[in-house]
T-cell receptor, first 117, second 112 residues
Framework: DGGITQSPKYLFRKEGQNVTLSCEQNLNHDAMYWYRQDPGQGLRLIYYSQIVNDFQKGDIAEGYSVSREKKESFPLTVTSAQKNPTAFYLC????????????????FGDGTRLSIL | SQQGEEDPQALSIQEGENATMNCSYK?????LQWYRQNSGRGLVHLILIRSNEREKHSGRLRVTLDTSKKSSSLLITASRAADTASYFC????????????FGTGTRLKVLA
């Protein structure tokens, strides 16, 4: 079945540690996204990528980094510079539309819950 | 602040009743989407409505869009216990570049 796989489901970070969240999709989508969700809140965009080897900062990129070396994969690293990393992280993908607009539904993984030890 | 604001924040109804939730946004949009999120899971896409459309239907779902008021509504008819979830609107603005902005969501509880 086609879909998005996020791993791990739960992750714990120690002080000063970088951690990497995995996101893999087999939907052949060009665009991929990372969101952060805090309790009782909506989603906030961290980074997004419309094509391999290219990505853009979202609204809350500070303390995070990404890479897009393969179409299928868009890993997110939460660095030690992110002082409040405890949250639910969601990865999504979509087809591309025009150069400017997606006009496409986003497909989501089941998330990674990150906590601080 | 969030582009989309859903109203109400929480809604509790009996099975078989209709549920209506609203979304307001601030800037011009290219399209608006509604998503459902079950507890602890990812979001599931429900429906997309473009800025030149006024109403769309999908099964028991009806979405309206009023661009003059910058608002949208999602109606779920004949609700079921399985509809219990959080519902989010997301807007893609006319500034483009594939950025979607999500609202804070409506938590719907359908009582059996």
């Amino acid at each position: 079945d086609g879909g998005i796989t996020q791993s791990p489901k739960y992750l714990f970070r120690k002080e000063g540690q970088n951690v990497t969240l995995s996101c893999e999709q087999n939907l052949n989508h060009d665009a991929m996204y990372w969101y952060r969700q805090d309790p009782g809140q909506g989603l906030r965009l961290i980074y997004y990528s419309q094509i391999v080897n290219d990505f853009q900062k979202g609204d809350i990129a500070e303390g995070y980094s990404v890479s897009r070396e393969k179409k299928e994969s868009f890993p997110l690293t939460v660095t030690s510079a992110q002082k409040n990393p405890t949250a639910f992280y969601l990865c999504a993908s979509s087809r591309t539309g025009t150069a400017a607009y997606s006009n496409q539904p986003q497909h989501f993984g089941d998330g990674t819950r990150l906590s601080i030890l | 602040s969030q582009q989309g604001e859903e109203d109400p924040q929480a809604l509790s109804i009996q099975e078989g009743e209709n549920a209506t939730m609203n979304c307001s946004y601030k800037t011009s949009i290219n399209n608006l989407q509604w998503y459902r999120q079950n507890s602890g899971r990812g979001l599931v896409h429900l429906i997309l409505i473009r800025s030149n459309e006024r109403e769309k239907h999908s099964g028991r779902l009806r979405v309206t869009l009023d661009t003059s008021k910058k608002s949208s509504s999602l109606l779920i008819t004949a609700s079921r216990a399985a509809d219990t979830a959080s519902y989010f609107c997301a807007t893609e603005s006319t500034s483009g570049t594939y950025k979607y902005i999500f609202g804070t969501g409506t938590r719907l509880k359908v009582l059996a």
